[in-house]
């Protein structure tokens, strides 16, 4: 068995991630009528509580099936953003939009769930309750299918992190927040890309979407709100996800 | 989920896609996209190192038996280790998997990317020795099928040809070329290949029976239709073991000359060991064993490829732009100098 101080190690930054997804969507001010509230967040808030709880049983919250509708619904969301994307630019969609990686994180929370539960897994298992990290999967090649991409898009993130893709300051996630300035990354891409510069502006234009950053938000905590934190929890959650998905084939 | 919700007729919050992370990819030239294959097979293996099977006594019997048939002074150190693991085994092997998880993590940080990279090639040394025991080079149970000679050192050496560094003079001919200069890298890729074709025609390997025992053996707790692979391949070469070990010689042998051979050729011969790789990985290593839980890696077959990518001869590039140079040089280093947008061209395959 792996170690269960492994497990609520993990647990606890799970927690850690849905904490800040918190932060993130409070900061939205969801009680007004015009709050915008960003599904990235959404999907980070309720993936980290259902992840604490598959690695600590005593963080459990819903019930499995609860779960399954869940992340089905986060699933169909996200496919329906990633064929909007694909519409616009291709297979480009795939693997540099945002989309992409929390369809593969939807489905492979919806996955767990589904496996997890299925006689084949309840009799092949280790006595654990479905959906925990302990127990195993059914089709254990799509376990591993989803762990391969789930770590090829946190290696792909880590990168674009380091290399200043996402700025750390400029707020430009929350609409009905306002935009908060930065240290601003700078570089600029080249050719249909977007332009990024030291004072902290940004543009981006490819894809038809915008991202615009300037001017400091009264009250600060540029840092928790900007694209690098959602990157960061989604990395986390990557890891995290494929480290389930490994220890149960 | 609905973009927009509507509570009693007036317009309530709404659910919009994250605008932030839209924000467009930095591109990476043809080194760093390998780096990155590079830190998903470290952070994949650390992944693996976490499995249930590696925190039983099993484990430490797995790192004792890689002492078997090699010398002495070899073999001591082996046993010292695997007793150690023995006795200490869930911070050992906790210890262990972190290890490779972070060099995982490093090479995909760009700012940590040398250090990663150090790192894993002494990392690399030290499993080769202390955990499969040379890879069965002294005690002659290497083989070409079985990853031989060790998994875990190709790591150490894609390592070094991906070093993020640039050999003065002209554009590399190919990716590995960079670091070290075309002469040595194409050095290092013949030895390795040669080594492969020898082991290939040992006693032990080119026994009537010596290709499908080593593949059975595979079989065991694979799902049924890998299982099913294996068993076909197995049966394929049962009693077949000197001409399969000629027949595998002799692809080897071209594979370790082809980068001589004028662009073309190489292209052929490289597409050859990757055939060669993935044919070997699928069918007689089966996946490495992950699907069967208690790999530790995914065995020689992904770096393989990886390592014959790194050898793939480069398109002449587009002269690089005075501008393009400005804007590449304002990006985070981690590839040298040539890294960024504008050194796309000059490196792409």
Do not use: K
């Amino acid at each position: 068995m792996t170690p269960a101080w492994i497990l609520d190690i993990l647990a606890a930054l799970m927690l850690v991630v849905a904490a800040v997804s918190a932060a993130r969507l409070a900061a939205a001010r969801p009680w007004r009528r015009d709050a915008v509230v960003v599904d990235t967040d959404v999907a980070h808030l309720l993936m980290a509580i259902a992840m604490a709880g598959m690695l600590a049983s005593s963080l459990g919250t819903l019930p499995d099936t609860a779960w399954e509708v869940v992340f089905g619904l986060l699933a169909a969301w996200f496919a329906g953003r990633v064929l909007a994307d694909a519409r616009r630019s291709g297979v480009r969609a795939l693997a540099g939009g945002h989309c992409a990686p929390h369809l593969v994180h939807s489905g492979s929370m919806l996955y767990v769930f589904l496996a997890g539960s299925s006689p084949e897994a309840l009799t092949g298992g280790m006595g654990d309750r479905p959906g925990s990290a302990s127990m195993a999967l059914s089709h254990p090649t799509l376990a591993l299918v989803f762990a391969l991409v789930l770590v090829g898009y946190a290696i792909w993130d880590l990168d674009q992190l380091s290399g200043r893709r996402y700025a750390t300051g400029a707020q430009v996630s929350l609409a009905g927040v306002g935009a908060v300035g930065g240290v601003g990354a700078t570089y600029q891409a080249g050719g249909d890309h977007a332009s990024r510069t030291a004072d902290g502006h940004a543009a981006a234009s490819r894809d038809g979407g915008t991202a615009r950053a300037g001017g400091p938000r009264p009250g600060g905590g540029g840092f928790l709100l900007s694209p690098a934190v959602t990157v960061g929890c989604r990395i986390t959650m990557g890891i995290t996800m494929a480290f389930m998905l490994l220890i149960a084939l | 989920m609905s973009e927009v919700a509507a509570v009693s007729g007036r317009p309530a919050w709404r659910i919009r896609p994250d605008e932030g992370t839209r924000a467009p990819a930095v591109r990476i030239d043809a080194r760093r996209a390998l780096q990155l294959a590079l830190a998903g097979l470290w952070l994949l293996d650390g992944v693996l190192q976490y499995q249930p099977a590696m925190f039983t006594p099993a484990f430490s019997r797995m790192l004792a038996a890689s002492a078997a048939g090699n010398p002495a002074v070899i073999a001591r150190p082996i046993i010292w280790d695997a007793t150690l693991v023995g006795h200490h085994l869930a911070l050992l092997n906790t210890i262990f998997a972190t290890i490779q998880l972070l060099l995982g993590l490093g090479i995909a940080f760009r700012p940590t990317v040398r250090l990663a990279l150090a790192a894993s090639v002494a990392w690399s040394v030290a499993v080769w020795w202390f955990g499969e025991g040379l890879g069965g080079v002294l005690a002659g149970g290497a083989s070409p099928l079985d990853g031989g000679p060790g998994a875990v050192i190709i790591y150490a050496l894609i390592a070094v040809l991906l070093w993020p560094a640039d050999r003065p003079g002209g554009p590399a001919p190919f990716v590995a070329a960079r670091a070290v200069g075309a002469r040595a890298a194409r050095v290092l890729w013949l030895v390795f290949w040669l080594s492969q074709a020898y082991f290939a025609l040992t006693p032990e390997n080119r026994a009537p029976q010596a290709a499908r025992d080593m593949i059975t053996g595979m079989e065991s707790g694979e799902p049924h239709w890998l299982a099913a692979m294996t068993r076909g391949a197995a049966s394929l070469v049962a009693g077949q073991g000197l001409a399969t070990s000629i027949v595998l010689t002799v692809a080897l042998v071209l594979i370790a000359v082809g980068v001589y051979l004028p662009a073309r050729a190489a292209r052929t011969t490289l597409l050859l060991a990757i055939v060669l790789t993935v044919v070997i990985w699928v069918f007689a290593q089966a996946l490495g064993g992950i699907l069967a839980s208690g790999a530790t890696d995914p065995e020689s077959g992904p770096l393989l490829a990886l390592l014959a990518l790194a050898y793939w001869p480069a398109r002449p590039g587009p002269a690089r732009p005075a501008a393009a140079t400005g804007r590449a040089a304002q990006l985070p280093a981690a590839d040298g100098p040539a890294d960024g947008p504008a050194a796309e061209g000059t490196a792409s395959r």
